[in-house]
């Protein structure tokens, strides 16, 4: 079992940063695949980034590359997100989220933590 717990969202101004956090539970936390996931009022929610277990391989929703970043560190149990330039658009609740690298769902989801990007 793996518990992910997500930090960091709040508000802020057009063109600003913010950083999120998931920290997680579990030993095995360094072999999965984590990712962050966003869900904007009345949209569905969307693959925002995923990084593996050694950050060698990192994806991105093309939308998004070159204003955020994925990372982790895995002596902290923790992967981050850094958001910068954001756009109004952006406001959503982000998740996280970590799966096993053979299976393609996601069983674990942290609670979501809101960010509101203001004009």
């Known amino acids: 079992q793996v518990q992910l717990v997500e930090s960091g969202g709040g508000l802020v101004q057009a063109g600003g940063s913010l950083r999120l956090a998931c920290a997680a539970s579990?030993?095995?936390?360094?072999?999965?695949?984590m990712a962050w996931f966003r869900q904007a009022p009345g949209k569905e929610r969307e693959f925002v980034a995923g990084?593996?277990?050694?950050?060698?391989?990192?994806n991105y929703a093309d939308s998004l590359k070159g204003r955020f970043t994925i990372s982790r560190d895995n002596a902290k149990n923790t992967v981050y997100l850094q958001m910068n330039s954001l756009k109004p658009e952006d406001t959503a609740v982000y998740y996280c989220?970590?799966?096993?690298?053979?299976?393609?769902?996601?069983?674990?989801w942290g609670q979501g933590t809101q960010v509101t990007v203001s004009s």
């Open positions: 579990g030993r095995a936390f360094s072999t999965y695949y």
């Open positions: 989220a970590a799966r096993v690298p053979s299976i393609l769902s996601y069983p674990y």
């Open positions: 990084i593996n277990w050694s950050g060698g391989s990192i």
